[in-house]
């Protein structure tokens, strides 16, 4: 009776320590602990090169002579309206999700940004959207960029996030192409340009070691893309690798 008192209380034990490993088995990235300030955004303009949350690095870069900046910000604008480059920040729902407070926004600048993790993961989740500048211009159109489908709406035109996952060697895995905005189909009706948050699933790829960003569009000229190269990203949802 003892020897069975002694291994039930084992199991207990062994029962308590797998629900609390089970308990950080998944890692969720929201950026609720930044705070932007009065400014609304961190753009990096300290200098810092970019913002870690969690086990996870996304890359910054400020330009100071023009006061401008690629790779990740994080932002509090919510802005749904504001249709020009004054109002970069915003993401077309009008906040992070689950109408949370804080998000990131990504601003392609024609050179790829890597986030890198600092255990090997798997991205069981990743959420993007369109910014406001981004998605009131490709309804639109303006001086720079067109409006999306023409004016008839036969225009097959596009707009992607790609995402490559990259192994624990940092070689490349998986290419996703996330469209934000796609014109191609034959139905009219089916044309459409994202204003909520999408859900990407990007487990496949495995137990990885970063993404690479950067972003496409059907809108391109001899200076690189016309469209506002910016999408917005929140609740980034992670399954670290398990110990051997």
Same mark, same amino acid.
């Given at each position: 009776?003892?020897?069975?008192?002694?291994?039930?209380? %084992?199991?207990?034990?062994?029962?308590? $320590?797998?629900?609390?490993?089970?308990?950080?088995?998944?890692?969720? @990235?929201?950026?609720?602990?930044?705070?932007?300030?009065?400014?609304? !955004?961190?753009?990096?303009?300290?200098?810092?090169?970019?913002?870690?949350?969690?086990?996870?690095?996304?890359?910054?870069?400020?330009? $100071? $002579? =023009?006061?401008? =900046?690629?790779?990740?910000?994080?932002?509090?604008?919510?802005?749904?309206?504001?249709?020009?480059?004054?109002?970069?920040? $915003?993401?077309?729902?009008?906040?992070?999700?689950?109408?949370?407070?804080? +998000?990131?926004?990504?601003?392609?600048?024609?050179?790829?940004?890597?986030?890198?993790?600092?255990?090997?993961?798997?991205?069981?989740?990743?959420?993007?959207?369109?910014?406001?500048?981004?998605?009131?211009?490709?309804?639109?159109?303006?001086?720079?960029?067109?409006?999306?489908?023409?004016?008839?709406?036969?225009?097959?035109? =596009?707009?992607?996030?790609?995402?490559?996952?990259?192994?624990?060697?940092?070689?490349?895995?998986?290419? !996703?192409?996330? +469209?934000?905005?796609?014109?191609?189909?034959?139905?009219?009706?089916?044309?459409?340009?994202?204003?909520?948050?999408?859900? @990407?699933?990007?487990?496949?790829?495995?137990? %990885?070691?970063?993404?690479?960003?950067? %972003?496409?569009?059907?809108?391109?000229?001899? !200076?690189? @893309?016309?469209?506002?190269?910016?999408?917005? %990203?929140?609740?980034?949802?992670?399954?670290?690798?398990?110990?051997?």
């Amino acid at each position: 009776m003892k020897k069975y008192l002694i291994m039930v209380a %084992i199991l207990s034990l062994i029962g308590v $320590s797998a629900c609390e490993k089970g308990e950080q088995e998944r890692i969720l @990235i929201d950026f609720e602990e930044f705070d932007p300030g009065p400014d609304g !955004y961190l753009n990096g303009s300290g200098g810092e090169g970019g913002f870690t949350s969690g086990i996870v690095f996304f890359p910054n870069s400020y330009n $100071s $002579s =023009w006061d401008s =900046w690629s790779g990740f910000s994080i932002t509090s604008h919510n802005d749904t309206v504001t249709a020009d480059y004054t109002n970069m920040y $915003s993401a077309i729902p009008g906040s992070g999700e689950d109408l949370s407070d804080i +998000y990131a926004t990504y601003y392609f600048s024609g050179i790829p940004d890597t986030i890198l993790f600092g255990e090997p993961v798997k991205v069981s989740s990743l959420s993007v959207t369109n910014t406001t500048y981004a998605y009131h211009t490709m309804l639109n159109g303006n001086a720079f960029s067109k409006k999306f489908g023409g004016d008839d709406g036969s225009d097959p035109d =596009w707009f992607r996030l790609v995402i490559t996952s990259l192994d624990h060697s940092a070689r490349p895995v998986t290419r !996703y192409n996330i +469209y934000l905005a796609d014109f191609r189909s034959e139905d009219d009706s089916m044309d459409y340009i994202s204003n909520v948050w999408n859900h @990407i699933d990007l487990s496949d790829s495995g137990f %990885i070691s970063g993404l690479v960003f950067f %972003i496409e569009s059907s809108d391109t000229g001899d !200076y690189g @893309i016309n469209t506002p190269a910016y999408v917005s %990203i929140d609740n980034l949802e992670l399954i670290p690798e398990p110990a051997e």
